[in-house]
């Protein structure tokens, strides 16, 4: 089975740093896309970044968090990263890594793209 633990919520200050990470387990993830959402009470989950294991190591952020956040994802480790720097209060949010097989570069920070889920890491900016 297929098993993502996201761990590095806190709470901080606005203008603060952060630095999430997705630990995963079960499956060879070369070739596949990996990402993060978040969800804020009463609001829709969104992404926030995602990236193609392959051999492009394509990223893509939404303007959102272009600027501030920096996925990476280290294949010996199996964990995905989320550094997030200059925090806002509207980042507050549960925070979920997602996984999914794709044989081509054609990741889309979509949610119904990932099959595969963590439980979340709040993270909360005041």
């Known amino acids: 089975d297929v098993q993502l633990v996201e761990s590095g919520g806190d709470s901080v200050q606005a203008g603060g740093s952060l630095r999430l990470s997705c630990a995963a387990s079960?499956?060879?993830?070369?070739?596949?896309?990996m990402g993060w959402f978040r969800q804020a009470p009463g609001k829709e989950r969104d992404g926030v970044a995602d990236?193609?294991?392959?051999?492009?190591?394509?990223?893509y952020y939404p303007d959102s968090v272009k600027g501030r956040f920096a996925i990476s994802q280290d294949n010996a480790e199996n964990t995905m990263y989320l550094q997030m720097t200059s925090l806002k209060t509207d980042d507050t949010a549960m925070y979920y890594c997602?996984?999914?097989?794709?044989?081509?570069?054609?990741?889309?920070?979509?949610?119904?793209?990932?099959?595969?889920w963590g439980q979340g890491t709040q993270v909360t900016v005041s």
């Open positions: 079960g499956r060879n993830y070369v070739k596949w896309c």
């Open positions: 990236i193609y294991t392959g051999d492009s190591r394509t990223v």
């Open positions: 997602a996984a999914a097989l794709q044989p081509s570069d054609e990741c889309l920070l979509i949610e119904s793209q990932y099959h595969y």
